[in-house]
């Protein structure tokens, strides 16, 4: 069974920086992907930034390219792994709840930032961004 928790959230003012993560674990293939999604209250949820395990492809939100970098440590044994999301310049737009995601079958030719495919989710870490 495929398990997330994120850790890592908290208040942070305008321009600051935080450091997400997610740590992984119960992949019983190799080709899997690690999607960050996003929910401000109020709003509908938002792919945020994702990584491939294969080829370590990332993709991110026309919101958050240039500031968010999302980076994956190498698996330790194949079936447990940490995803981290380094947000910088961070704004009062970047509140909301954060989540990691993955898809319960292999991305194949599938992108990572193919949002639809994630269908599981950690627990979700809050982000408040003070103006």
């Known amino acids: 069974e495929v398990q997330l928790v994120e850790s890592g959230g908290g208040l942070v003012q305008t321009g600051g920086s935080l450091r997400l993560s997610c740590a992984a674990s119960g992949f019983t293939f190799d080709d899997y992907a690690i999607g960050w999604f996003r929910q401000a209250p109020g709003k509908g949820r938002e792919g945020v930034a994702c990584?491939?395990?294969?080829?370590?492809?990332?993709?991110?939100?026309?919101s958050v390219k240039e500031r968010f970098t999302i980076s994956k440590d190498g698996a330790k044994d194949g079936a447990n792994t940490t995803v981290y999301l380094k947000m910088d310049s961070l704004k009062p737009e970047d509140t909301a709840v954060y989540h990691c995601?993955?898809?319960?079958?292999?991305?194949?030719?599938?992108?990572?930032?193919?949002?639809?495919?994630?269908?599981?989710w950690g627990p979700g870490t809050q982000i408040t961004v003070s103006s």
């Open positions: 990584i491939s395990s294969i080829n370590g492809h990332t993709d991110y939100a026309e």
């Open positions: 995601a993955a898809p319960l079958r292999p991305l194949e030719r599938d992108l990572c930032s193919s949002w639809y495919r994630y269908d599981t």
